[in-house]
């Protein structure tokens, strides 16, 4: 029986964290939220004209992601965001008792373009995938799953890790 916390499934733009989000939260019966959902206006205009947000950007989004962690500490839930950096990780985590988790899935930049290439109606453009993996700073802390399988396989060994 998995513990209930809450789960940040983090990665790059194109990684899966929507779909795994979806899938995990619902063979574990908690909440799920899309952190995309979360962003300002402005921050959603900026990407779509195919610049990378900055921290400054990513403040008042983090915040309030990690918000909904504390909202939903007592039940659990999975909360998608990709948590590039170790500093975004901290301000997702805080307060939250130590009842989270990240869960980082990882896949080369070949594999994870090609995704990007095949995805309609995004705000996310394929051309901001380098600057994403540009910051990406490895999250040591993760739980690592690969994304090199099905999403069902993918979710069994989180389940599993967890």
Known sequence: MVKKQILFVMGVSGSGKSTIGKLLADKLQIPFFDGDSFHPEANVKKMKEGHPLNDDDRQGWLEKLNEVGKDNISTGAVIVCS???????TILGQNLENKHQFVYLEGSFELINARLSQRKNHYMPAGLLQSQFDILEFPDEALIVSIDQTPEEIVNDIIEKL
């Open 83 to 89: 948590s590039l950096k170790k500093k975004y990780r």
